[in-house]
């Protein structure tokens, strides 16, 4: 491959949809994922990854199960970036996402995976390269005393370079917010959010990260948004497919009412007739027996209508 291509590849975001032929198994890949979380390295509740064995530099990265992408945050703010990336505008604090292939199943149910860059965790960075970032990057001066109490000091300066950027999302207000750059990426993680008042702003100390680069650490957002589990499919989406179009229909319950098993398959009830309604109820009671004639009596009706001949 020519060196044209490899840059080529890193500068522009490419989403391809696959298909496959078989169905995705819910039950397979829970265990996969209980499995991965008790490994514990690279895993989430939502997704896990680990490095691209055939690039070091890159981490691949896929939720545990298929998702529901129109109720995926990380999903959205993907494509935002590259919405933004496409119009030339670039921001440092935001993750370098190199692929992301979408295998979808028969049934619609489809599974993301993402090529992004190998970033490095915050606090395995000396305390003064910590104050340094953020120093750059807040208008107030650390507070040292804050953490004279905890064991692992760049650790807690980690975590509150964290806090700074989520309390300035959560609460709308980015005065403390030196860096013009970091300030924009924020507020789009903010738009994100009010377009779906049902998502969170989560920047934690796990989703935030550091790239190494020639000017110094960078602080990176690498997942700053929470949709509350509202992506993961339960058990039916992914065995009758996001739509629920598979699922097969109710037998019908002979211990049921029949509007009650209409309802049940999918048939809607009929509209309120009176008059039809009341021709099926005539239609349907049962008639009176007819009165059996006795012999005795025909015989009387013979002789009355003989004596009425002679007279």
């Not at 994922?33 to 890159?58: A, C, I």
């Not at 999302?169 to 030196?178: D, G």
């Not at 598979?246 to 509007?259: A, G, I, Q, R």
Request: charged fraction near 35%; hydrophobic fraction near 25%.
């Amino acid at each position: 491959m020519k060196i044209q291509d490899i840059i080529r590849e890193y500068d522009e975001t490419d989403v391809r949809v696959r298909k496959r032929r078989a169905d995705f198994d819910y039950d397979s890949m829970k265990n996969s994922q209980e499995r991965g979380l008790d490994k514990g390295q690279g895993q989430g509740w939502y997704s896990g990854g680990q490095t691209n064995p055939r690039d070091p530099h890159e981490f691949v990265k896929k939720p545990h199960l298929t998702t529901l992408l129109d109720k995926d945050a990380y999903y959205t703010y993907v494509e935002e970036i590259r919405s933004l990336k496409r119009a030339g505008y670039q921001n440092r604090f935001f993750p370098q996402v190199y692929n992301v292939d979408i295998t979808q199943d028969t049934k619609g149910n489809q599974r993301p995976r993402y090529r992004i860059e190998k970033l490095q965790q915050g606090d395995k960075y000396p305390e003064e390269t910590l104050i340094g970032i953020y120093e750059r990057l807040f208008n107030d001066e650390f507070d040292m005393d804050s953490i004279d109490s905890y064991s692992n000091k760049s650790w807690a300066i980690w975590s509150e370079i964290a806090d700074q950027c989520n309390r300035a999302v959560e609460r709308s207000n980015y005065k403390n917010i030196q860096d013009d750059e970091l300030r924009e990426a924020l507020m789009l993680i903010d738009k994100i959010i009010q377009e779906n008042p049902d998502w969170n702003v989560d920047l934690h100390v796990n989703n935030i990260r550091i790239r190494g680069s020639s000017q110094g650490p960078q602080l990176v957002l690498m997942d700053p948004i929470s949709d509350g589990g509202r992506s993961i499919p339960d058990w039916e989406d992914v065995k009758y497919g996001p739509s629920r179009q598979h699922k097969p229909k109710p037998e019908y319950d002979s211990k049921m009412s029949t509007f009650a098993n209409m309802a049940l398959r999918g048939a809607k009830k009929p509209e309120n007739d009176t008059k039809a309604t009341t021709q099926k109820l005539k239609q349907t009671e049962p008639e009176e027996p007819k009165k059996k004639t006795g012999l005795g009596t025909l015989l009387k009706r013979k002789l009355d209508q003989k004596d009425q001949d002679s007279d």
